[in-house]
């Protein structure tokens, strides 16, 4: 066991029950664990062989099948149970329990990369969009910034903002569903937003603005949410950014109807869609293309 990583050596007893109990939603994930991809195919759960997935918590299963190949192929799938079709869940549960199947995703990408130290690059197959998702490219102008209102001035008066200290980074980087490092947030300009009422020093939001200068790692505690915080942390640092950026950029995944929103709160305007690629540049190098 590795983070919350579990090898499973005879997943035909402790993981298709639950997979046949999730059909079709975990139909590619059935298959890879009946017939593996590779002759030596490691199945991995997020629970130990001995027990039963942790309903309702989200739990997930990746199948690893490294191959000796010249070409590209699909070595690791992924599944979650955040994926169920039947889930009836509201749009922030959905994007919180997909927030958890990321993080569970991550941590079995590290598992591999452990056991697999000389492997550049791993081709995942079937991953939902929501955990690679399509970006929505926003951009944010000074001029664009509507005013306070009511719930902005009311929280000004019980939450004041600075930048975060080193100890608090470790957290931003737990939460944020793009790879972040200390270092970088370190050198990022950044603004939380602090209780005045609490002598602990410790940010109930934040905002950071990543190295492409876009805005990035918007998040606010679960008890501190539904009053306009995250709101008025992302509105502070984008005020630090306009003194010199004409625009300031946003990038979404449009899956993230919250974080969508919020950018439109504030001005954002949609202009197109992106993605950030991961690049095999042996294939260029022996002029295959």
């Known amino acids: 066991?590795?983070?919350?990583v579990y090898i499973h050596p005879d997943a035909t007893s402790s993981v298709l029950p639950h997979l046949k109990a999730r059909l079709p939603d975990a139909a590619t994930q059935l298959y890879v664990v009946e017939v593996p991809p590779a002759p030596a195919s490691t199945v991995l759960a997020t629970f130990p062989p001995s027990e039963s997935p942790p309903e309702p918590l989200v739990?997930?299963?990746?199948?690893?099948?490294?191959?000796?190949?010249?070409?590209?192929d699909t070595e690791f799938w992924f599944w979650s149970s955040a994926e169920e079709a039947s889930t009836t869940s509201e749009d922030a549960d959905k994007e919180e329990r997909f927030r958890t199947a990321y993080t569970q995703f991550v941590q079995m990408l590290k598992l591999i990369g452990r056991v697999y130290p000389e492997k550049g690059t791993l081709v995942v197959g079937s991953l939902?969009?929501?955990i690679a998702p399509l970006l929505a490219k926003f951009t944010f102008s000074e001029g664009s910034l509507p005013p306070q209102d009511s719930r902005a001035q009311s929280i000004g008066s019980k939450y004041f903002f600075g930048s975060m200290a080193v100890e608090e980074l470790d957290e931003v980087v737990q939460t944020s569903l793009a790879p972040r490092t200390k270092t970088t947030l370190a050198a990022a300009s950044n603004t939380g937003a602090y209780l005045v009422s609490s002598e602990e020093k410790r940010a109930q939001a934040w905002c950071f603005i990543s190295r492409e200068g876009a805005i990035s790692s918007v998040y606010v505690r679960p008890e501190a949410r539904g009053i306009g915080l995250g709101k008025e942390t992302m509105r502070k640092e984008l005020e630090k950014e306009f003194v010199y950026q004409k625009f300031v950029i946003a990038y979404v995944a449009t899956f993230n109807t919250a974080s969508m929103r919020l950018c439109q709160s504030l001005g954002g305007r949609r202009v197109w869609e992106v993605v950030w690629v991961g690049i095999q540049l042996s294939q260029f190098r022996d002029n295959k293309y």
């Open 1 to 4: 066991m590795a983070d919350g």
């Open 59 to 72: 739990w997930s299963i990746g199948v690893i099948g490294i191959i000796d190949s010249p070409v590209l």
């Open 128 to 130: 939902h969009t929501r």
